[in-house]
């Protein structure tokens, strides 16, 4: 095409190639104002994760801090031990009303002791700063060891969660006047027992090892059982989940052959991997439960749940890791005489291990912070027992942490906003953890061609 027969186009001015004309100055525009809206987009998502954080560390990181009171305590043998004869099936039938007068009487001699005023306060009063669960300790720590019948002990106990929560400033001395569970004397007692140093906060190891309380014990919550329960249906998952996925990937990847049928299977696996988690609740509810009969509430059914939910995950990133061994590492096993299944097992399946292990954990996370599926098969009972070690342990009632965050967020006393937040810094450690750990794994084990 010649200049006269070429269309007309816009001739710069200046004919200089260093001035951008109009259409440059456009598309450099545009590109400034993606590049803005991109770094919106990432600075939105910056600003909504340190808010969630700040949110979650400020309400959740005083659950694990308690506030402690410690007073000498006189066992009286005749209260906990009316036979006399350090019988522990005897020393069971005291029930925890016989301890908590000792208690009763502890507290008021303690704050007579350290000369604390406490005129106007009723002896009721003194020990109600405890919390309920002081009794049951005590007793606890007498049946496991009677030798300390008779003798006077130092017994740190559990505060009330009122006067816990006036220290951690969640309760006032205007909310205590409209409180039929403290009281602003109460309150007054309870700082100056911290100024003589018979009130302190400290660690608190129940709430990572103690398992679930009453509503009405919110200060003696713990996540023992749920992360038990957890601990429990990740091995279910681990176990089932990954030997099944990276065989049924192995033989789509490598064995199968390529027709109407295994297209159907692969979509379906993809299929099944978007499906919402609910959805396995309720085909677990249905086979597991219903039709198999194992019992609700058991970690074996979770961990089957979960397992089926992770599949897909697993089966999805071991295929595209088997898929990324380059072609030639298969021709040189093949060229020096290996069968197929030797290229496979010895050459493939190690050089894609990162991948697979990376998708595994992956997996393994989400399923991990799963809630729904967990809800419909009864995990969202209370329950206080440990389950016992595996694999009895499977089959025991349990709980899970995502479900635990769930139960604390329903009640209604305050205090357990503070544990649900807390148990939820306790889940984003283990996921945090996970995470890292495929991080760690796919960079030590990776290999570039």
Known sequence: MTDAAAPDRPMHRSGSLFAADIRTRRRNAAERRFRAYGLTAVGLSIAALVILLVSVLGNGAGAFRQTFIEIPVTLDATIVDPKGNRNLDEMKKVTTIGYGKQLEASMVAAVAAAGLQ????????????????????????????????????????????????????????????????????????????????????????????????????????????????????????????????????????????????????????????AVPSIVFGI????????????????????????????????????????????????????GVGASKMQSVFHHVLPLALPGILTGTIIGMARALGETAPLLLIGMVAFVREFPAAPPEGFFDPASALPVQVYNFTQRADPAFVERASGAIIV??????????????LRRRFERRW
């Open 283 to 334: 085909l677990g509810l249905a086979i597991f439960i219903n039709f198999m009969g194992l019992p609700q509430s058991a970690p074996i059914v979770g961990g089957l749940i979960l397992t089926l939910m992770t599949l897909p995950t697993i089966i999805i990133a071991t295929r595209v890791s088997l898929a990324a061994v380059p072609p030639s590492i298969r021709d040189a096993a093949l």
């Open 427 to 440: 889940l984003l450690v283990f996921l945090i953890c996970m995470n890292a750990a495929a991080i760690i």
């Open 118 to 273: 406490s005129e106007g306060i009723s002896r009721k009063d003194i020990a109600g700063l405890l919390s309920k669960e002081a009794a049951a300790g005590l007793r606890d720590r007498v049946l496991a060891n009677p030798e300390l019948i008779g003798s006077t002990i130092t017994f740190r106990a559990l505060a009330n969660g009122r006067v816990d929560g006036y220290f951690k400033g969640r309760v006032s001395m205007e909310s205590a006047k409209l409180d039929s569970n403290v009281t602003p004397e109460q309150l007054d007692l309870a700082e100056r027992m911290r100024a003589a140093g018979l009130i302190t906060i400290a660690f608190n190891p129940q709430f990572l090892l103690g398992a679930d309380a009453s509503e009405v014990r919110p200060e003696a919550a713990g996540l023992g059982v749920a992360i038990l329960g957890s601990a429990y249906m990740m091995i279910i998952v681990l176990v089932l989940a990954l030997p099944i996925g990276v065989a049924a990937s192995i033989y789509l990847e490598e064995f199968a052959p390529k027709n109407r049928w295994t297209d159907l299977i692969e979509v379906n696996i993809a299929n099944l991997a």
